[in-house]
């Protein structure tokens, strides 16, 4: 399973992608909880304005897709997110 | 109802020259007046009622707050100094401090208006939220500033333009109420970049001419190749570095930016209006905050702006490609 999380927007608009790829069975046996735990049908960035300058997050787990106002990274989310930061590969795209 | 950045009675002062020079800038402003045209005809809808308290006609001093978030992400942290109190000693409070102030004085000065809300909303602001916090931004109720990186970037209250560019948003918020996606988005993120420039050249009382121009010099570490965030002056030409690869904002709409990313490419495609902002104010000459600035302000006090574009607060719907609009060479332009 491929974990995707692409950071844009914010003052200076620079986007920040970490990757997470769970190849092993130990891998995949860790990440799913996080990964299920998100409530990934309820996650719909239009119905959450972002707030002026602040990051937004466009999160891929697998099939699965949300994209999320930096406010709405909290809870479920924010350990996702927090976890594919410290882990995953790190790059930057313009 | 005109939301263009321009407006048509600037244009028609363009648009009548007739001297060799200035042709290009003419036939631009006459386009740009057909536009405005078919969007008033599109825009035949009545205008809500102006909400009271947008101008004062007394501008009260600033109300400052600022508060530290000591590296947390709770806002809005412990209250470090109060409007009218001594310099704390730590450079990021003391910079959101000034730069607050010196934007307040900006806008009750220039323009007359009093704080955020025209009605002597506090400015409260928070430094030193979260940790390594590569951002700065304005919640709705008040300004955050990280401390940054140290690798990329250094504290975001470094720069007055970054103060002056965030309050901007409160000022949108309060006025023309532009939605924070795609091209309304982009037109909001170029309110802030204008007010934010034109707070710091207020403060330095430097011309347009002798302005940087810039958002967010002195931010980047010394490692970055980069002198700003962004050049209303030259957009797409801030940076080039290695690691963040090259400023990539657009100065017209030929290079319009189609994205999903950064609630539809805000922060990118909001060097189109940054560029026309100033070459208006350099063909006019002189302190930007004055015809040009004041302009832009009147423009945000027509509340609430329709966005020509589609946005959450409009019904999705298929609009015609972006026009082409090729901005005149700046060294053909001088002031008349």
Known sequence: MKITVRRSGGLAALTQIWTVEAVTIDDKRRWMPIVEACPWDNADARSAANQPDRFMYAIRAGQRRATLPEKAVTGPWQVLVENAKTEGQESRRR | ?336
């Open chain 2, 1 to 336: 109802m005109i939301c263009s950045i321009v407006p048509p009675y600037m244009l028609r002062k363009l648009a009548a020259q007739d001297e060799p020079r200035l042709r290009a800038v003419a036939r631009a402003a006459k386009e740009s007046l057909l536009h405005i045209r078919s969007l008033q005809a599109a825009r035949a809808l009545a205008a809500p009622a102006t909400p009271p308290g947008i101008r004062q006609a007394k501008p009260g001093p600033p109300k400052r707050t600022i508060y530290d978030a000591g590296t947390s992400e709770k806002l809005p942290g412990k209250l470090v100094r109060n409007e009218g109190e001594a310099a704390t000693g730590d450079a990021g409070a003391d910079e959101a401090y000034e730069g607050l102030g010196s934007t307040h004085r900006l806008y009750a000065e220039v323009f007359g208006r009093n704080s955020i809300d025209g009605a002597g909303l506090p400015l409260d602001a928070t430094v030193h939220f979260g940790r390594l916090y590569d951002n700065a931004f304005w919640d709705g109720r008040q300004m955050v500033f990280g401390d940054g990186d140290g690798q990329i970037f250094q504290r975001f209250t470094k720069s007055l333009t970054v103060i002056g560019h965030e309050l901007a948003h409160g000022v949108t918020q309060h006025t023309a109420g532009l939605v924070y996606r795609n091209q309304a988005g982009a037109l909001n993120e170029s309110m802030s970049d204008v007010f934010g420039v034109l707070a710091e050249q207020f403060l330095k009382q430097q011309s347009a001419e002798q302005a940087s121009w810039l958002i967010g010099e002195s931010l980047f570490t010394e490692q970055v190749q980069g002198a700003a965030l962004r050049s209303l002056k030259a957009p797409g030409t801030a940076y080039d570095d290695d690691v963040l690869g090259k400023d990539p904002q657009p100065d017209s709409m030929d290079g319009y930016v189609r994205t999903s990313a950064d609630n539809g490419g805000v922060h990118i495609n909001s060097g189109i209006p940054n560029r026309a902002f100033y070459l208006v104010a350099s063909a006019l000459g002189g302190r930007a905050w004055e015809a040009p600035g004041r302009s832009g302000t009147g423009h945000l006090q027509v509340a609430p702006c329709r966005p020509p574009a589609r946005s959450a607060a409009s019904p999705r719907r298929r609009r015609p490609p972006p026009r082409s609009f090729s901005a005149p060479d700046p060294q053909s332009m001088t002031p008349s």
